[in-house]
């Protein structure tokens, strides 16, 4: 097919009366309408640029660029080492040169332009000699309706070439699709679907915009390709007449922000494993259930039954049925009946749409982003985007550009071109600012200044961008004290916490169970899984130093282990969780001698003990005098069993890496 193609597009030049060997004259190809065209494709310039700097990056030959062109072919931009750059200039393979191929001959761009499918045109295979130095890789961009956008193509010298090229072109143009169809529908119902579900998220998913009215409107390439239809085909369909689903049912499906995929069946009888994007205030009266009615069934009492295990009583009062909504959304989704957690939810929807910045200050994985998430799903902003920035997981360098965006140029060296920043993306909606502890001091100024003039100036940009923002912070920091270290700018301080609230460890929680239960239902929401009293104890019991998420990780490890059985037990938990958690049970209690079908613990859904009483039932000669040293030790521990393998501490501990290291400094520093 290739030589095939090659040969046509020769036979086209030939019929062009292009020559292969005189010198092309490019004196008349660079346009001066350069910036028009840039202008009318500044759309995709913003959602190319990203993506053309990571695929740099992963071609890694310092003889070669990127480069994007608009859908007749002329160069909008391109990326690359300045050594191939400049001798790439010389055959016009720079910004507002036309390499369609009237003008260039047999080129990846101009045959993928004629071939609407991915290109290599090799060395000798370019029509016109001055070319064969190259060898090009060429994927079109296509809009969800199919309509081509342009090409992004990868050239190098023809020694750089490397067969997974190609491969690379063709995923990175996918990606760009992905963004342009999130974008155009982002007030739409999407579905992101793959016939393996640990494929949704990642290039190979399929997604499709759905209206209102259950009306297909557009998809991604991976999608028809999936669904084996053209874009028109599909656009004749319903979600109901492929999908055999209706609109109410996602929605109810995805009121829960952990909920699991969907299952569907096309009419060919394939199964499709599906998740779903939507603006919640703006879908949720499409859904069957109420809030009230979901709530009901997170809210039903959750007392531990003499006999038949944790779930008993409430799955007595309303059975959880298959399908059932796995209940509310927002905010209402965090009120599961723990007083400060109730206490801080009030303040919060106090000030929504006040436009009054919240700081949510808490440990590691006590639900600060989730908070925020909510905050900006039940606000008037829900429509708009919320994006998160980690200040923590970005290196200091790249912090500004990542928030401010650049210009085209503003880095030394033509590899950096410009880029939209977190702040001009959040616009309308609201700007995420976990970590805001560790932004480094001189950053702290320039965001201040956002802050005050409602605008953004992009770095080596003389323009700022207005912007209209939600601000949420977060922070396991004292900002206080860093503010007399002189780390932390008071000003900025007082500009992010207009309220601020504080979420409550997991152990001084008193919802532990409707947590446990509510995540159990997630994880498992056709078959609902009971705990045994033994396990119930040792949840109970447990410090939790990674919190909810740690939590959860605990329980759908559980869950998993536990296959078809409908009651998880002490040998569905992992070893290392169960040696913590039984060093943390009270001194003289022991699990194993708990009469078997009988409580643990008293107190229906009682909070964990507090520190104090919650020693280590075998005393060590150094036993840890407080919360945070047992914590520190835990870490300790966790990072040895691990090897010193930071990431599976991490997973195993349900803590951030980031957390992991920053605990082990404080550790050193107390050591030391
Ligand atoms: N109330 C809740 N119910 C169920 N799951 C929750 C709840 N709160 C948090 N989680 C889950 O716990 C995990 C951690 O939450 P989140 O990322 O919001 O915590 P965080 O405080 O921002 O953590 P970090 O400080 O490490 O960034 C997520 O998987 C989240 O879905």
């Not at 260039?104 to 295979?125: M, Q, R, S, W, Y």
């Not at 084996?228 to 369909?237: D, E, I, K, T, V």
């Not at 096309?266 to 603006?279: E, S, V």
């Not at 880029?419 to 976990?434: C, E, P, R, S």
Request: glycine letters at 8%.
């Amino acid at each position: 097919m290739h030589a095939e193609s090659i040969l046509q597009s020769h036979e086209r030049c030939a019929a062009l009366g292009l020559s292969r060997v005189d010198r092309p004259d490019h004196a008349s190809l660079i346009r001066s309408d350069l910036a028009l065209a840039r202008e009318r494709n500044l759309r995709l310039h913003l959602h190319a640029a990203p993506v053309m700097e990571l695929l740099l990056e992963q071609t890694m030959a310092s003889q070669s660029m990127v480069v994007l062109t608009d859908a007749q072919g002329t160069v909008l931009h391109s990326v690359g080492h300045d050594a191939f750059l400049q001798r790439a200039s010389k055959v016009a393979l720079a910004p507002g040169a036309n390499w369609s191929e009237q003008n260039k001959g047999t080129n990846a761009i101009g045959t993928t332009l004629i071939d609407e499918a991915p290109t290599v045109v090799h060395a000798g295979e370019h029509y016109m000699h001055a070319n064969g130095f190259l060898t090009c890789s060429a994927a079109p961009i296509f809009d969800p309706r199919g309509n081509m956008l342009g090409v992004l193509d990868v050239s190098g010298d023809l020694h750089s070439y490397h067969l997974h090229t190609l491969g690379l072109v063709k995923m990175s143009a996918r990606m760009i699709e992905n963004h342009w169809l999130s974008d155009d529908f982002r007030h739409a119902l999407r579905l992101h679907f793959h016939s393996r579900p640990e494929f949704i998220g990642t290039l190979m998913e399929g997604i499709v915009a759905v209206g209102r009215d259950g009306r297909l409107l557009g998809a991604n390439r991976s999608a028809l390709d999936q669904l084996q239809m053209s874009g028109a085909a599909l656009r004749m369909n319903s979600i109901a007449t492929l999908f055999s689903l209706t609109v109410g049912a996602v929605v109810d499906h995805f009121r829960s922000p952990m909920a699991p995929p969907m299952s569907m069946e096309l009419p060919g009888g394939q199964r499709l494993h599906m998740r779903a994007a939507f603006n919640w205030p703006t879908w949720h009266s499409l859904g069957s259930t109420t809030i009230d009615d979901a709530l009901d069934v997170i809210d039903a009492p959750s007392p531990m039954a003499a006999t038949g295990g944790f779930f008993a009583a409430a799955a007595g009062s309303r059975p959880a049925t298959p399908g059932a909504s796995p209940g509310p959304s927002g905010l209402r989704y965090l009120q599961t009946g723990d007083a400060q957690m109730e206490a801080a939810i009030t303040k919060v929807r106090r000030v929504l749409n006040r436009d009054i910045p919240v700081m949510v200050l808490g440990e590691t994985g006590t639900g600060k982003e989730l908070m925020a998430r909510a905050l900006h799903q039940d606000s008037d902003r829900a429509r708009y985007p919320f994006v998160a920035v980690n200040c923590a997981s970005i290196p200091e360098s790249l912090i500004e550009a990542e928030l401010f965006g650049y210009e085209d140029g503003a880095f030394t060296g033509a590899r950096r071109k410009g880029a939209v920043g977190k702040i001009a993306q959040a616009n309308g909606g609201t700007l995420f600012l976990d970590e805001v502890g560790d932004m480094p001091l001189a950053l702290q100024a320039r965001l201040l200044r956002v802050l005050q003039e409602r605008q953004v100036m992009p770095l080596g940009s003389t323009k700022s961008i207005p912007v209209d923002l939600a601000i949420v912070s977060a922070t396991h920091r004292n900002l206080r004290d860093m503010i007399s270290a002189q780390t932390f700018r008071e000003d900025l301080y007082y500009r992010l916490n207009g309220l601020v609230v504080r979420l409550p460890p997991l152990r001084e929680r008193s919802d532990l169970m409707t947590i446990v239960r509510k995540i159990l239902r997630a994880e498992s929401p056709s078959r609902p899984l009971d705990l045994d009293d033994e396990v119930v104890e040792l949840l109970k019991a447990y410090r939790w130093p990674g919190n909810i998420r740690q939590l959860a990780n605990v329980l759908r490890t559980a869950a998993v282990m536990a296959g078809s059985d409908m009651v998880i037990n002490r040998t569905h938990l992992s070893d290392d969780f169960l040696e913590d958690a039984q060093r943390e049970l009270p001194s003289g209690a022991s699990v194993a001698s708990a009469a078997p079908g009988q409580p643990a613990h008293a107190a229906p859904g009682a909070a964990a003990e507090p520190a104090a009483s919650a020693a280590p039932a075998t005393p060590a000669a150094t036993e840890p005098a407080t919360l945070q040293e047992m914590e520190l030790r835990t870490i300790q521990r966790a990072v040895e069993e691990a090897g010193g393998n930071i990431s599976i501490a991490s997973r195993r501990l349900g803590i951030s890496r980031n957390t992991i290291y920053r605990k082990l400094r404080l550790l050193d520093s107390k050591q030391g």
